[in-house]
């Protein structure tokens, strides 16, 4: 089953059926049979996003009018413990951090509200709910991200970074902040060296979505973390340099100690075919051999040129692997490349193109035809 598929299926009537039974507990003058009638019917085509607004509505409908009668109840419906890590599975409380968002911004509320998404953020990661705050309150939200980046739950540590990433997947872009990312660079400043993995990925996301607005920002400061050395932030740099890497930026090569000009030789570069038929695989080997005097720290990938329908070839950088090849040494790389059909590529008849792709630099490359 497609991810998606099942991503939509997360908000199901047993979902429906717990969330209301959880609020009819705290809340007895809640119409529990109204509430599921209401939401109705999650016909299979109906997708995540409108699955969650559908049952935010219901919410809208049948809680308490009164901002903080709703937040009390909000309140007594979480549960007491959590896990410290990694909150995923927790679905169940999403519409409740849509609820806050979408009744609780505004100014009045706003010492309530951050408070409830302290509390949900212990068991769900509320970084959807959070942004309306920050795009119509941003100097108060940005003093309560600062709060929590100091929290000792790792996963409200991770909503100080996650929460107001410029570039959020599924998530409506803070343009101020990819105009001038310097308040969330603040907030990084404190998580750079977080021991929690889940912070470490997050802060290295926000990182990589700067350095797509902003490189000469984010390079700057990724330069001045990997000086520090210390094994979390490098994880960290390395992690939110990886389109850098992938393009072959020299500052980002630079940075994570590659060379822009090894002293290396590629031979034997060869394709197990000339010709080959969508849906078949292609082999290809090449050696390089290191022919400077010291050991070369290599970032090895590779490049296929895709024809296009319009007759133009687009690269695509796909990753090998990190080699340290020493002086006089020898090291033969083999790779198998897919051409099978997926649905986020289309491919099309005619001359493709491999290339060896090391330390930023195309060393050589070849083509070869691909037919229907």
Same mark, same amino acid.
């Given at each position: 089953?497609?991810?998606?598929?099942?991503?939509?299926?997360?908000?199901?009537?047993?979902?429906?059926?717990?969330? +209301?039974?959880?609020?009819?507990?705290?809340?007895?003058?809640?119409?529990?049979?109204?509430?599921?009638?209401?939401?109705?019917?999650?016909?299979?085509?109906?997708?995540?996003?409108?699955?969650?607004? %559908?049952?935010?509505?219901?919410?809208?409908?049948? &809680?308490?009018?009164?901002?903080?009668?709703?937040?009390?109840?909000?309140?007594?419906?979480?549960?007491?413990?959590?896990?410290?890590?990694?909150?995923?599975?927790?679905?169940?409380? &999403?519409?409740?951090?849509?609820? @806050?968002?979408?009744?609780?911004?505004?100014?009045?509320?706003?010492?309530?509200?951050?408070?409830?998404?302290?509390?949900?953020?212990?068991?769900?990661?509320?970084?959807?709910? %959070?942004?309306?705050?920050?795009?119509?309150? /941003? $100097? /108060?939200?940005?003093?309560? =991200?600062?709060?929590?980046?100091?929290?000792?739950?790792?996963?409200?540590?991770?909503?100080?970074?996650?929460?107001?990433?410029?570039?959020?997947?599924?998530?409506?872009?803070?343009?101020? *902040?990819?105009?001038?990312?310097?308040?969330?660079?603040?907030?990084?400043?404190?998580?750079?060296?977080? !021991?929690?993995?889940?912070?470490?990925?997050?802060?290295?996301?926000? &990182?990589? !979505?700067?350095?797509?607005?902003?490189?000469?920002?984010?390079?700057?400061?990724?330069?001045?973390?990997?000086? /520090?050395?210390?094994?979390?932030?490098?994880?960290?740099?390395?992690?939110?340099?990886?389109?850098?890497?992938?393009?072959?930026?020299?500052?980002? =090569?630079?940075?994570? +100690?590659?060379?822009?000009?090894?002293?290396?030789?590629?031979?034997?570069?060869?394709?197990?075919?000339?010709?080959?038929?969508?849906?078949?695989?292609?082999?290809?080997?090449?050696? %390089?051999?290191?022919?400077?005097?010291?050991?070369?720290?290599? =970032?090895?990938?590779?490049?296929?040129?895709? &024809?296009? *329908?319009?007759?133009?070839?687009?690269?695509?950088? *796909?990753? %090998?692997?990190?080699?340290? @090849?020493?002086? +006089? $040494?020898?090291?033969?790389? $083999?790779?198998?490349?897919?051409?099978?059909?997926?649905?986020?590529?289309?491919?099309?008849?005619?001359?493709?193109? @491999?290339?060896?792709?090391?330390? +930023?630099?195309?060393?050589?490359?070849?083509?070869?035809?691909?037919?229907?």
């Amino acid at each position: 089953m497609p991810a998606v598929h099942l991503k939509r299926h997360i908000f199901n009537h047993k979902l429906v059926a717990r969330l +209301g039974l959880i609020i009819l507990k705290h809340y007895p003058q809640f119409k529990f049979d109204d509430f599921k009638v209401y939401i109705g019917s999650f016909h299979d085509y109906i997708s995540f996003s409108e699955r969650l607004n %559908i049952i935010t509505n219901a919410l809208n409908k049948y &809680m308490p009018k009164d901002f903080y009668e709703s937040a009390k109840i909000i309140k007594k419906s979480l549960p007491e413990d959590y896990k410290t890590d990694n909150n995923w599975n927790q679905f169940i409380w &999403m519409p409740l951090s849509d609820f @806050i968002a979408k009744n609780g911004c505004k100014k009045e509320y706003l010492e309530v509200s951050f408070a409830l998404i302290e509390d949900i953020t212990k068991h769900f990661t509320c970084e959807f709910a %959070i942004r309306p705050f920050i795009e119509n309150f /941003e $100097e /108060e939200s940005i003093n309560q =991200l600062t709060i929590w980046a100091t929290n000792k739950n790792p996963n409200v540590r991770r909503l100080a970074s996650e929460g107001c990433r410029p570039r959020l997947p599924w998530a409506k872009e803070i343009k101020a *902040f990819k105009k001038k990312p310097y308040s969330g660079i603040e907030l990084l400043q404190i998580l750079k060296n977080d !021991d929690s993995k889940y912070v470490q990925k997050s802060v290295a996301n926000h &990182m990589n !979505d700067i350095a797509k607005d902003n490189p000469k920002i984010a390079l700057k400061i990724l330069r001045q973390w990997k000086k /520090e050395n210390k094994p979390n932030t490098n994880w960290i740099v390395k992690h939110a340099l990886r389109n850098e890497l992938k393009k072959g930026t020299p500052d980002a =090569l630079k940075i994570e +100690g590659y060379s822009l000009s090894p002293k290396i030789k590629i031979s034997n570069f060869l394709l197990s075919h000339k010709k080959i038929k969508i849906g078949d695989s292609l082999k290809f080997s090449f050696t %390089i051999t290191n022919t400077g005097p010291i050991t070369e720290n290599l =970032l090895i990938d590779y490049i296929c040129f895709f &024809m296009k *329908f319009n007759n133009k070839r687009a690269p695509k950088t *796909f990753k %090998i692997c990190v080699k340290k @090849i020493k002086k +006089g $040494e020898s090291v033969l790389i $083999e790779k198998t490349h897919s051409f099978k059909l997926i649905s986020t590529r289309k491919l099309y008849s005619g001359e493709h193109k @491999i290339a060896v792709f090391i330390n +930023g630099k195309i060393i050589c490359e070849k083509s070869f035809e691909l037919d229907a």
